[in-house]
């Protein structure tokens, strides 16, 4: 299992062009060399002119409004620019290219057909790691020549959209087509602008919950782990160590994982690490109880010793503990493992609120200045969550990948799945915890980029690995919340 399964990705840590991305190895990539693999600017056929690019690269536009049409109407194929027929004359349509963080070779061969599909113009497709698109993205920008869509996290589509790299007309045009009301409001959040609106249409997700055994807790009579005083009954009552048998399983090794962990016990109780004036508050008395209550389960109900993703993942599927936080793409594990009919998810932590942590995907599309091109890129994006494409899609990773869309969801269509079948009780629950789902890095709703140097620091995982080791809660707090204010100095 790895880190690419489980949903971790490196949240921002540095700074390119104004821009705040997270730092990732230095790997090569099948199809591409970096800057040597940017295209020249204007290539794309002459369509995008070479003044509406470098204004676009100055930073100087705003968002692009592509017209009334939202680039639905079926035109046909060209290798330059398109046209069809619109009862008012022609519909122009030009190349654009498409840039997806989805680079596995398994997922590239699902996707390139889909896109080879589109019909209404070429698309040129681009696979890349998450943790190097900002290289790419710097490179690219400096050359001119942004791609027309990205397809990434929200820590990036937050970054691109304060610097107003990212249409929102354009985004909210596709949203009102597929339907703004099939979009789950939690998704909406991660992709929102501090005016209301949207930087990039959402697409998918994963979320984190705690996954139990229900034969265990019918024989014990334990209620749904959910709120705080229900997860530690269960922690307490599964606990046996004598038989090597564990309460619960978290994370408590110094690495994301474990903050992630820890996240929705902090949220659920009120704490934060940035106030809404973006201040840091990692040492209030909601976050010391927080730090309290997670280590006194993780050190008297977990497996003994420190853990992250995978040991814990091992630890319930060897039935030594009944009860682990992990995220959504545990489902294909455990059905390998013929444990999908005796599992049950519980989607979200409740102390003062109800949260989960999860990760959300988007298709954002860029400030191109170019008319045919924006309404290209409008046209792709709508094709790419037509049911067909958008199931074909999710089903890279059936379970693992969330759908944001709630018709999708319950379509027989998306259902329709090996994967999926075995779970069909428990799809439903993990996609609606997208509603709940909350991070550090966002507050009301709003990307907050210092968050990135604070997470690439592992400050947070540092604070529950202190306390785990026996370190008073409220020091570690005071004196990790001050290291929080020198790392964003």
């Known amino acids: 299992?790895?880190?690419?399964?489980?949903?971790?990705?490196?949240?921002?840590?540095?700074?390119?062009?104004?821009?705040?991305?997270?730092?990732?190895?230095?790997?090569?990539?099948?199809?591409?060399?970096?800057?040597?693999?940017r295209r020249e600017l204007l290539k794309r056929s002459g369509s995008v002119g070479s003044a509406a690019v470098l204004v676009a690269?100055?930073?100087?536009?705003?968002?692009?409004?592509?017209?009334?049409?939202?680039?639905?109407?079926?035109?046909?194929?060209?290798?330059?620019?398109?046209?069809?027929?619109?009862?008012?004359?022609?519909?122009?349509?030009?190349?654009?290219?498409?840039?997806?963080?989805?680079?596995?070779?398994?997922?590239?061969?699902?996707?390139?057909p889909i896109v080879d599909e589109f019909d209404q113009a070429d698309v040129q497709a681009e696979f890349f790691d998450e943790?190097?698109?900002?290289?790419?993205?710097?490179?690219?920008?400096?050359?001119?020549?942004?791609?027309?869509?990205?397809q990434v996290q929200a820590q990036t589509i937050q970054n691109l959209g304060s610097e107003d790299l990212l249409s929102t007309e354009s985004a909210q045009a596709v949203m009102e087509s597929i339907g703004m009301d099939d979009l789950?409001?939690?998704?909406?959040?991660?992709?929102?602008?501090?005016?209301?609106?949207h930087f990039a249409?959402?697409?998918?997700?994963?979320?984190?919950?705690?996954?139990?055994?229900?034969?265990?807790?019918?024989?014990?009579g334990l209620p749904e782990p959910t709120t705080w005083e229900n997860i530690q009954e269960a922690a307490e009552a599964l606990h046996d160590p004598d038989n090597n048998q564990y309460g619960i399983g978290l994370g408590t090794e110094n690495a994301n994982f474990t903050r992630q962990a820890f996240t929705p016990f902090a949220i659920s109780n009120g704490a934060r690490v940035f106030n809404e004036d973006g201040e840091i508050v990692f040492d209030s008395p909601e976050m010391v109880e927080a730090l309290e209550y997670y280590v006194d389960l993780a050190q008297n109900y977990g497996h003994p010793g420190k853990h992250v993703?995978?040991?814990?993942?091992?630890?319930?599927?060897?039935?030594?503990?009944?009860?682990?936080?992990?995220s959504s793409y545990i489902i294909?594990?455990?059905?390998?493992?013929?444990?999908?009919?005796?599992?049950?998810?519980?989607?979200?932590?409740?102390?003062?609120?109800?949260?989960?942590?999860?990760?959300?995907?988007g298709f954002g599309i860029t400030a191109s200045g170019d008319e045919a091109a924006q309404r290209t890129a409008e046209a792709f994006t709508e094709y790419m969550f037509q049911p067909d494409q958008y199931v074909e899609w999710l089903h890279m990773a059936p379970g693992g990948m969330q759908s944001v869309r709630q018709s999708a969801s319950e379509s027989d269509a998306y259902q329709d799945n090996e994967v999926l079948n075995e779970w069909a009780d428990t799809v439903a629950t993990i996609s609606s915890a997208l509603d709940n789902v909350q991070r550090f890095g966002f507050v009301d709703g709003q990307s907050i980029p210092a968050f990135g140097q604070i997470a690439s620091q592992l400050i947070v995982a540092e604070a529950v690995v202190r306390v785990y080791e026996g370190e008073d809660a409220e020091t570690v707090a005071s004196e990790q919340a001050e290291a929080m204010r020198q790392a964003i100095e």
């Open 57 to 112: 690269l100055a930073g100087c536009t705003g968002d692009t409004n592509s017209g009334d049409d939202g680039g639905g109407d079926d035109g046909g194929g060209s290798d330059t620019t398109g046209s069809s027929g619109d009862g008012d004359g022609e519909v122009e349509y030009a190349p654009i290219e498409f840039w997806s963080k989805e680079q596995q070779a398994e997922r590239r061969q699902v996707i390139t």
């Open 201 to 220: 249409v959402p697409h998918d997700g994963w979320v984190q919950g705690i996954w139990y055994r229900k034969s265990k807790f019918d024989e014990l």
């Open 309 to 326: 993703y995978d040991a814990t993942r091992q630890t319930y599927v060897n039935e030594n503990s009944h009860m682990i936080m992990w």
């Open 1 to 37: 299992m790895t880190n690419n399964h489980y949903g971790i990705h490196s949240p921002p840590n540095f700074i390119i062009d104004g821009l705040q991305f997270s730092r990732g190895a230095t790997t090569s990539m099948d199809n591409h060399d970096g800057l040597s693999s």
């Open 131 to 150: 943790d190097n698109i900002p290289e790419e993205l710097s490179a690219a920008r400096a050359a001119g020549d942004l791609p027309n869509i990205l």
């Open 184 to 197: 789950r409001d939690g998704a909406l959040d991660f992709m929102s602008t501090p005016e209301g609106d």
């Open 332 to 361: 294909d594990d455990l059905l390998e493992a013929g444990m999908a009919d005796d599992t049950a998810f519980a989607p979200y932590v409740r102390r003062e609120t109800d949260a989960s942590y999860g990760q959300v995907t």
